[in-house]
């Protein structure tokens, strides 16, 4: 009996123990788990968010400087990491609409400004209203802002731009008694200098200088807009090309061109292909509108030509000096897996200190109107920077941008072949014109 009670509590004592050793095994697990679990949780929080951002700056002047903003950026944001993905300017297009049908996008990409609408239309960029403030947009320039927005939402943030300028040699208007530093304010003043400054040679037969044309540097739809006063379709898809100031706009262009003759314009024209040969550089063409941008190839390449810049001249007293312009935003490609983290960096990228850096090391009119003026009165620029960027500056109140109308994005395919065939002569004023018009009626009224 006494040997039976002790074999009880022996296997009693045996089942205590045993029930103690597995909960401690339980606990001892739940305990493994547990630790696991927080130190999963470390890790995730201190893994970084990897932004992918694509650009076509990979020249040995930009790169650098896009380069160091977004090092800035990563050493100031302990959660987000960008890394620069450089795509040729060939390519960019065509391969970011393919990542994101592939739904592989990057995170960030660099755009045309003038297409930013035609985007969001046709779902290919993420918009980002929540994200954006009142003082961000504010920033801007007011056409700027205005293009990045499509049916209240703001697609992108502007990064840069640009306008068109007229160039001219200061020292040929010493020379023939024109007043030094003052500009023809109206076309016809333009042609008054322009035959002022004329050179022909010996037998007449050609023009040794050719004091202005036209379509020396800027195309056509150029001063169609100057004339107008405006872009020659109109937010409200209204379409002037058929009217009376674009076919005196022609005339005007034609008289010029039938004053120096089309082999010479052309030869001049091809001539700007290379910096050695460039004819306002050389001397051998007194003024001439051009994108501001052309500045920096007279500052590296012809440091010694004494010119000035001016507005563009007037079709006539009181019609405007309006201008054209372009440029490029910051946008989230459609499917980009963090649009938040992605805005962090396009905030970082357009803000005061970012864009003021690119200023003044690229020389380029950026967005932020601040920024901008900053870097005209910067110490960063020599006199003649500061002359040429305060111009820019000033020059875009009266620069309109020119968005492609969704219904016809490839209109300038269209239209641009019929305002060469008027200047080619294979086609009438009047009559290039009207096909122009019916033309852009009918593309317009696919999208109707």
Known sequence: MIVLKFLKIVLLMSIIFLAACD???????????????TESQAGEENEKIVLDFWTFWGSEDRRPIIDSIINDFNESHDEIEVHHTYVPWSDIWTKNLASIAAGDPPDIIINDINTVKLRAEKGQIE??????????KSRFFEQMMEASTYNDEVYALPF????????????????????????PATWEELDEYGD???????????????GFYPLVGAQAPVWITNALGQNYITEDKEISIDVPDVKETFEWILNSQNKYGKKQLDS??????????????????????QNANYYVELRDYAEDLNFKVAPLPEKEPGSGHTSVGGGFVAEVPKGAANPEASYKFIEF??????????AENNFDLVAHKEAGEAAANSEAFNEKDQEVYNMMIENMDDTLLT???SGAPDYVNSINPI????????????????EAQTELERLMEIEK
């Open 160 to 183: 840069n731009t640009d306008t068109q300028i007229l160039f001219y040699n200061d020292d040929h208007f010493t020379e023939v008694g024109l007043p030094a530093g003052q500009a």
């Open 349 to 358: 990228l357009t803000n005061y200190d970012s864009q003021l850096y690119w």
């Open 196 to 210: 002022t400054l004329d050179i022909t040679s010996e037998d007449g037969g050609t023009f040794e200088r050719v």
């Open 419 to 434: 305002f060469e065939g008027i200047v080619a002569g294979s086609k009438s004023v009047d009559g290039g014109l009207s």
């Open 268 to 289: 001049i024209n091809s001539q700007f292909e290379n910096a050695q040969q460039d004819p306002f550089m050389a001397g051998n063409l007194s003024m001439m509108v």
């Open 403 to 405: 968005p492609q109308p």
């Open 127 to 136: 918009p980002v209203t929540e994200f954006v403030d009142k003082d961000t």
């Open 23 to 37: 909960g401690f095994k339980v606990n001892s697990t739940r305990s493994d788990s547990l630790l696991n679990e």
